[in-house]
């Protein structure tokens, strides 16, 4: 028969504890992890199997005991920890979102929304094809492989131990928030600066010609034109996408360092 003493089964509890809490606030933030079409079920599987193949390959846990304040501190601070590297990657998704909302907007589309499956609530149809495509980048560049690979240094980086967060840093993850305005400004800036040029042409018609009824004439055109500029604008798509990853995942390198 097996007997474990105490301090055996205390390493054994906790070596796998806080590993599981870093995954498991990765999970509940990350794109395509956090989907809300994922089964709950499913992510916690997940997470418990990455946490589990991630044991050999990590620093030696420290020897706490579960049921404690320290314990409780760690717990709190792996789970943060797992929350900022997920949102951090989300709000890279969040960019192509709001540059779909500003193409759906200057085409007529704004009113036209679907349920985005990555985060549960309505969107642009526009937006939700910006998003689909991206996900599928994400996953044709292996950004999960990336995302798990980030993961397991992020243990080397910033080793389980009771730590209190840090401002600067905090104050890094509120200022990313800018990135996503800007970088969805740039996404639309092509297709939104030619729907305004038709728009324009669409004036100057109206001018030259009071009898044609712009609103019925104009609505299918600048639809029309803002898929024609989409067409457009998706091959580029692929080069920004990959810049913004790079830059969110040194962002988390970054703060893991510091």
Do not use: C
Not at 102 to 120: K, Y
Not at 225 to 244: E, K, N
């Amino acid at each position: 028969m097996l007997q474990f003493a105490a301090t055996e089964l205390t390493e054994l509890v906790t070596s796998l504890m806080w590993p599981l809490l870093r995954v498991g606030g990765l999970f509940m933030t990350a794109p395509v992890l956090a989907a809300p079409s994922l089964p709950v079920r499913v992510k916690v599987l997940l997470a418990v199997l990455i946490a589990w193949l991630l044991l050999p390959v990590l620093p030696p846990m420290p020897a706490v005991d579960p049921i404690s304040g320290e314990a409780l501190l760690i717990g709190v601070h792996q789970l943060l920890i797992g929350l900022a590297m997920g949102f951090i990657l989300q709000l890279v998704f969040a960019v192509f979102v709001i540059g779909g909302q500003s193409i759906a907007m200057a085409m007529g589309l704004g009113f036209a929304s679907a349920v985005d499956p990555q985060n549960g609530v309505q969107v642009p149809v526009v937006s939700q094809a910006f998003l689909i495509m991206v996900t599928l980048l994400f996953l044709a560049l292996n950004g999960h492989l990336l995302l798990i690979e980030l993961l397991a240094d992020s243990f080397r980086l910033l080793p389980v131990g009771v730590m209190l967060p840090d401002a600067g840093q905090l104050w890094k993850i509120a200022l990313w928030g800018s990135y996503m305005f800007a970088g969805g400004l740039l996404v639309a800036l092509p297709a939104v600066t030619g729907l305004l040029l038709v728009n324009i042409a669409f004036g100057v018609a109206a001018r030259a010609a009071p009898q044609l009824n712009i609103f019925a004439v104009g609505f299918p055109v600048m639809i029309l034109a803002g898929f024609l500029l989409m067409l457009m604008v998706f091959p580029g798509l692929g080069d920004q996408f990959g810049r913004m990853m790079l830059d969110a995942f040194g962002l988390i390198r970054q703060l893991l360092v510091t």
